[in-house]
C-alpha cells in the first residue's frame, strides 16, 4: 500500500521524508491555511522534498475556472496533481484537465456511484473521506474499499487515495482490504509506529546488557 502524507507543513514532511515511507502528499484548502504562508510557494516546496504525487485543490467552483487554476497549479512541478471536489461541475473539469494530460484527485467522495464517475471522467486519483463518513455513522472504510472494488474490476488509470483517516486502525483496514493508496496526518505516522512491548524489549535489552558489562 502507498502511504501519502496529509498535510501542509513542511518540517512534517521533512521528518516523514527522512523515514523512507512516504510516497506523497495530500494538501486541501484548510490544511494550506493553517500553515498561513503562500500557496505556491509551499506546493513548490513540498515537490521539492517528497519524489512523488503532490496534491494541490483549486478554489473556484465553476469549471471553467477549475481548469484555468488546474492548469496554472499543474505548471508548478511534474508531480502536482490538482484536487478536485467532487461536484459536476468538478466532473467537467476534471474530464477536460484529464484530456490536457493532468492528472487530478477527485476529493470529497463519499460513495462508490461518485468514485465510479470520477474514474469515468478520468481522474487519477479518488479520495472517499472514511473518517468523516464514520463521523455520521457510516462504514467509512468499508465504502472506501467498495469504491476500490469498482475501480478495480475496470481498466480505469486511476487509484483510490482513502482520506480522512483518523487513527492507526483506519491505516490497517485500509492496508487489510487492499486500498491503493491512505492519505494520513503525520501525528498517526507517529502512532503507528509506537507499541508499549517495543519499548520494554528495548529497555529489557540494554539492561541486560549493562549488566553484563558491569
Ligand atoms: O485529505 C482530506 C483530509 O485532510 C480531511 O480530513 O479529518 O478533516 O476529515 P478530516
Redesign the pocket.
Known amino acids: 500500500m502507498q502511504i501519502f502524507l496529509?498535510?501542509a507543513n513542511i518540517e512534517e514532511i521533512r521528518q516523514a521524508a527522512e523515514l523512507g515511507v512516504i510516497d506523497g502528499v495530500?494538501?486541501?484548502p484548510?490544511?494550506i491555511a493553517k500553515e498561513k504562508r503562500d500557496f505556491i510557494a509551499t506546493i513548490r516546496e513540498i515537490c521539492e522534498i517528497v519524489d512523488g504525487p503532490i496534491?494541490a485543490e483549486v478554489i473556484s467552483l465553476n469549471a471553467d475556472e477549475m481548469v484555468a487554476e488546474g492548469r496554472k497549479l499543474a505548471e508548478i512541478h511534474e508531480n502536482v496533481v490538482v484536487k478536485v471536489p467532487f461536484t459536476r461541475d468538478g466532473l467537467k473539469a476534471t474530464y477536460a484537465l484529464s484530456q490536457d494530460d493532468i492528472d487530478v484527485n477527485m476529493?470529497?467522495i463519499f460513495s462508490p456511484n461518485q468514485a465510479l464517475l470520477a474514474a469515468k471522467a478520468g481522474a487519477r486519483y479518488i479520495?472517499p473521506?472514511?473518517?468523516?463518513l464514520d463521523?455520521i455513522g457510516q462504514d467509512g472504510i468499508a465504502i472506501a474499499s467498495q469504491c476500490q472494488d469498482i475501480i478495480s474490476s475496470y481498466d480505469y488509470d486511476t487509484e483510490i487515495?482513502a482520506?480522512?483517516?483518523?487513527h492507526t486502525q483506519h491505516v490497517f483496514l485500509c492496508a487489510q482490504e487492499g486500498i491503493d493508496i491512505a492519505?494520513i496526518?503525520f501525528k498517526v505516522l507517529l502512532q503507528m509506529m509506537k507499541h508499549p512491548l517495543t519499548d520494554i524489549g528495548i529497555e529489557q535489552f540494554l539492561n541486560d546488557w549493562k549488566n553484563a558489562n558491569k
Not at 129 to 132: E, I, K, L, M, V
Not at 163 to 166: D, F, H, T, V
Open positions: 496529509d498535510t495530500t494538501t486541501n484548510s490544511l496534491s476529493t470529497l479520495s473521506f472514511a473518517g468523516r463521523d487515495i482520506a480522512s483517516i483518523r492519505t496526518p
